[in-house]
């Protein structure tokens, strides 16, 4: 019931000598004496103690691992070490079994692989627990920063006729039947059949659209799911994420990555006040993970990690200063990069660890790459060759923040738009904000599940989001 | 540049004397010397006074409505009887030029009609700057009012290949070549070759998601956005809109209705608090609109309407009593209902209005609606005939939210999923939730738009949402 209290408020109250009433999961029922309880509003569970004298065998003998009940009973300081307080348990009412031989959760260290399988049962356990609480947590610290900052919150549309990147494998959004699917005279898929009258997709970005509204409100942010249809099997790639995409009218490059910056510094700050209790759990999960790893290849403990991030500034770096690093590097002279590296090359997660890990030793951000190998709208560098991306790399990750000024000149847009043979009637509404009243503005893109990897510690972003989509995996 | 001042600070602070620099968007440049600026960070323009005799001719006739520009100044008291302060102007730089011929803003009243196929440029009138600022604003008292209250934010998955409401035309989501299709022995197309391995649409609601993670953190929401492919072409209707849907372990139904109202309550004082200035406009809008209809059909001035559901209880009442009093109403004794009324019945929207607008003038909830036309996941009451649903009604809008206390029963929960003719393989992991655990839980979904309808008093969907989706409309 709504008013019973949760286990999170009563280890803050500690209201010893009333009596309560709490509702929970058991998690463990030790010497048919010790319940240890968790309603999921935090980490720790709650010491239950029964007089098995008086109640009666077969009411004890459902309160089982994963069985959810609801008790009565005394708040008392607790003798035992492990709690400050303890209930002494005066009734028991068990609100739903869980039959012992069947419940597939054990009181037993369980494989993340497994886990996945039971993604709709994970959420019980202490690691996924503490995972989502920080999730939370850290989507709440966004919204917090942004709306203190000024930003406005927007919804860029999720279904679209337009693809940002120009580029990037969508999903098709469609009603049509597809064992009948009508076709225009030339053979190709008559979509004026279908329910928006023209192709359509799931969206890659927000960015385009969250532009469109910075040109009206000044500062805004999207914070919504995108979408990829890459056949990417890996501990990185989701085929279903979430972005978040600020967009600021009047903000230069350097504006941006400042911002960038604070914002991160800001969050995870959050997430160490905030969640201590449930990082503290993953910062001892990724001890032991690590632990059977040589001593050489360990990572930075994990609470050590977002603390030094806080607390240092980040390196600043041009991509040709980037470059310079590479070719100068013992690893290179070595022949220990498998990629070549020359100016002009798309930067390999090999090279971004090595500027990151080895050479830095610290989040980085690296800016004014090529023309080339970057998005249309980027703003165009007076040298002619280069463009005011930045891209934010933390250790451990890789890219997490991918930004840059856009190009807000109607003529150098338009001839970019042509050079990546995007069509520009497609883009009639973006190319109008920089035919009325254009400025500069800037933008980035943060990739949710990357941070929280990153503040979680945990390496396979499958772990990360409560229901993961990914190639063949559509299940809850 | 980020170290600008915003409008909304500058009124804030109002620093007289001091020399500051603000960019913004011209609304109008009068007599040549009067430039009312706005960077959209409130709805309020900053009146900039120009000596034109200081500036180039060539100078001033680029200063049009629409374009951008950046002035320096020193702010001073304002003789004028509008503002409070004012620039008096130093520097001025174009930043964005804006062609007054082919602007399509102009400093006159432009029909909501027109501005909806503007989409892309209507964030920089008056009214829609308003309504974007207030449904941020919305959006983080909703943020602000969970996270204060001990919920976690969760997102449950936009793809998936499970239908929560048992119905609902649904999006197909695919990556299989529309000219191509592959088909199984049998004639049906085969989606184990498609990106997902078996069919795939988008989510219709988060709700069953959203109770499988309250089973182990408790309490949670959604805020996400959802799909419907329902070709309803209607003043009511978005193919894709948000909701939040929480839901809660241990709430019954009372519980549930306690929340949603003190939610509410919460978020529409915190929009009053919050976005006082842009509800201004909007009352006055409405009160405009409202005056070319006859005095006895005017709806209540907004304000006054937000600040009464604050301020006063929701009435509640039983389907069945809702029935009776409309069996009772002067409006059926005269035959005035289009549809007919008797127990059994889906409420009409003539009927939902007839109860709040003419029997309760209040926001309504109504429970225990027949079992039959609700679905398969509410709990069963007693009686065996109606079950635990709870609908809030609000003036204008009618339902804007709709919940229930969800059947926690497992055999209940089969027997319903089999005489809904739902498949209950493909709910395996939902009816686990029945078998491991259990316990009585609550949870309500919310449109956001309609949320926004009703505090911004706009009448079309299309315009409280920056780029809507409906049949035959997917641009920008």
Redesign the interface.
């Known amino acids: 019931?709504?008013?019973?209290i949760?286990i999170?408020?009563l280890y803050k109250i500690q209201p010893i000598g009333r009596e309560i009433t709490i509702?929970?999961?058991?998690r463990t029922f030790r010497s048919n004496r010790f319940i240890a309880l968790n309603?999921?509003?935090t980490a720790a569970n709650f010491q239950c103690v029964v007089d098995f004298e008086k109640f009666e065998d077969s009411l004890l003998k459902r309160i089982t691992t994963?069985?959810?009940v609801?008790v009565k009973g005394i708040v008392t300081k607790s003798l035992g070490k492990g709690q400050p307080i303890e209930l002494q348990v005066q009734t028991i009412e068990i609100?739903?079994?869980?039959?012992a031989e069947?419940?597939p959760l054990q009181p037993k260290k369980h494989s993340l692989e497994f886990l996945r399988e039971i993604a709709?049962?994970?959420?019980?356990?202490t690691t996924?627990?503490a995972i989502?609480?920080i999730?939370?947590h850290l989507?709440?610290a966004i919204?917090e920063y942004f709306?203190k900052n000024?930003f406005?919150?927007?919804?860029?549309?999720?279904?679209?006729?337009?693809d940002a990147e120009g580029a990037g494998?969508m999903?098709?959004?469609?009603?049509?039947d597809?064992?009948n699917?009508p076709?225009t005279e030339n053979?190709?898929?008559d979509y004026s059949k279908d329910?928006?009258?023209?192709e359509?997709n799931?969206t890659v970005s927000g960015q385009l659209?969250a532009e469109?509204?910075?040109?009206?409100?000044?500062?805004v942010y999207t914070f919504?799911?995108t979408?990829r249809?890459e056949?990417s099997n890996t501990a990185r790639h989701l085929?279903?994420f979430?972005m978040i995409e600020p967009e600021?009218?009047?903000?230069?490059l350097k504006?941006n990555m400042?911002?960038a910056e604070d914002f991160l510094k800001y969050i995870i700050k959050y997430a160490l006040t905030h969640a201590a209790d449930d990082l503290a759990i993953l910062d001892q999960r990724l001890a032991e993970e690590e632990k059977s790893k040589p001593a050489d290849q360990r990572s930075m403990p994990l609470l050590e990690k977002l603390k030094f991030v806080t607390e240092n500034a980040f390196q600043r770096i041009t991509y040709t200063e980037a470059i310079d690093i590479l070719l100068q590097s013992p690893y290179h002279k070595k022949k220990k990069f498998q990629f070549p590296v020359e100016w002009g090359i798309d930067l390999q997660s090999e090279h971004e660890r090595y500027l990151v890990e080895k050479h830095f030793n610290s989040p980085v951000i690296i800016t004014d790459y090529p023309a080339a190998i970057k998005a249309f709208y980027m703003r165009l560098n007076d040298d002619g060759k280069t463009v005011r991306a930045m891209d934010i790399l933390v250790p451990g990750i890789g890219e997490i923040v991918g930004g840059s000024q856009r190009e807000?000149r109607y003529d150098v847009l338009l001839s970019k738009i042509r050079q990546f043979g995007i069509s520009e009637e497609s883009l009639w509404?973006?190319l109008?904000?920089?035919?009325?009243?254009?400025?500069?503005h800037s933008g980035f893109g943060l990739g949710f599940e990357r941070l929280v990897q990153f503040v979680t510690g945990m390496s396979n972003i499958r772990d990360v989001?409560?229901?993961p989509?990914t190639?063949?995996?559509?299940?809850?």
Chains 1, 2 share one sequence.
């Open positions: 019931m709504k008013n019973e949760s999170a408020d509702s929970g999961w058991v309603d999921g509003s994963g069985s959810c609801r609100l739903g079994d869980s039959d069947k419940y709709h049962l994970r959420p019980r356990t996924f627990g989502f609480r999730r939370h989507a709440f919204h709306n000024g406005f919150y927007i919804h860029s549309p999720i279904i679209t006729a337009s494998e999903f098709n959004v469609s009603v049509l597809k064992r699917i076709l053979g190709e898929v329910f928006f009258g023209k359509a799931l659209e469109l509204l910075a040109m009206g409100l000044g500062k919504g799911p979408f249809a056949n085929a279903e979430w600021m009218a009047f903000y230069e504006d400042d911002l807000e509404w973006y109008d904000t920089r035919r009325f009243g254009t400025c500069p989001i409560p229901f989509r190639p063949g995996n559509c299940e809850f």
